[in-house]
């Protein structure tokens, strides 16, 4: 062997060169169709894309669904009826840090396309797969008997948790009783958590009645044996207070 290039190689070496300089000369966008092709679609960025509405199940089985076409994006666990509305927050290394109403995290999101789910059972977070599409997080339309049923409903949980009878009531308007019936089910669901707790008879103990209102901001209150649950319909899911902070409220008194 000489080291020259054949006749044949140097017309690859020649078709090389010319589809290079072709690369860079070409737009933008054509360029980065040549990325993708060579990498994928994570591109240059290196960020793993997912359905703006993903479904998720961590290490340890737990299952949830991601909705991110809202302005506050949304989570729902599929063993739980509750819907958290999120805060995103940016992380170091280009990270996204989802975080509940009480600031506490809830997720990170890496710029690799990463998912950790962060629980009272894992402080410390357990590792997510993308598990594919999910159903939208949406608030349906809601009848006035619609809402009667979900505050029955509501109540009933409450009560077989609190072992008394908790009531359930509300002031509502067409424009605010969808966000209300789903609020009447977070309140149930918080009184099942704090049921739970070593100090839950102390908590449950402080109210026998929730009263569901419409406001311009979302609270929880207790006074004079009343939970008091107001929600702020402009705001969709995310104008109605969590399980987590109605918790919180009972605990700080």
């Not at 739980?80 to 506490?104: C, F, H, T």
């Not at 608030?139 to 619609?146: E, I, M």
């Not at 009184?191 to 839950?200: A, I, N």
């Not at 207790?222 to 919180?248: N, Y």
């Amino acid at each position: 062997m000489t080291g020259e290039p054949t006749a044949s190689r140097k017309k690859v070496i020649v078709a090389l060169l010319a589809a290079l300089a072709a690369g860079f000369a070409a737009p933008a966008a054509a360029q980065e169709g040549l990325r993708q092709g060579l990498f994928g679609k994570h591109g240059g960025s290196g960020r793993a894309a997912a359905p703006p509405i993903a479904r998720y199940v961590s290490e340890d089985g737990q299952a949830f669904v991601l909705d991110r076409t809202h302005p506050r994006p949304l989570l729902k666990f599929e063993d739980s009826p509750e819907v958290w509305a999120l805060q995103p927050m940016p992380a170091p290394r280009g990270d996204v840090i989802y975080k509940n109403d009480l600031g506490e995290p809830v997720l990170r999101a890496t710029r690799l396309g990463g998912v950790t789910l962060f629980t009272d059972a894992r402080p410390a977070g357990a590792a997510a797969a993308l598990a594919g599409d999910g159903p939208p997080l949406r608030l349906a339309p809601l009848g006035p008997q619609a809402l009667l049923e979900r505050l029955a409903q509501a109540s009933l949980r409450a009560s077989r948790a609190a072992r008394r009878t908790i009531l359930f009531e509300a002031e509502a308007t067409p424009a605010s009783s969808a966000l209300i019936a789903d609020a009447a089910t977070v309140t149930s669901v918080a009184v099942v958590r704090m049921s739970r707790r070593k100090d839950g008879r102390a908590l449950l103990a402080q109210f026998r009645k929730v009263l569901l209102v419409e406001g311009r901001k979302a609270s929880a209150h207790i006074d004079d044996q009343v939970l008091k649950i107001t929600v702020a319909p402009s705001q969709g899911l995310a104008g109605r207070p969590s399980s987590e902070r109605i918790i919180k409220t009972a605990a700080s008194r």
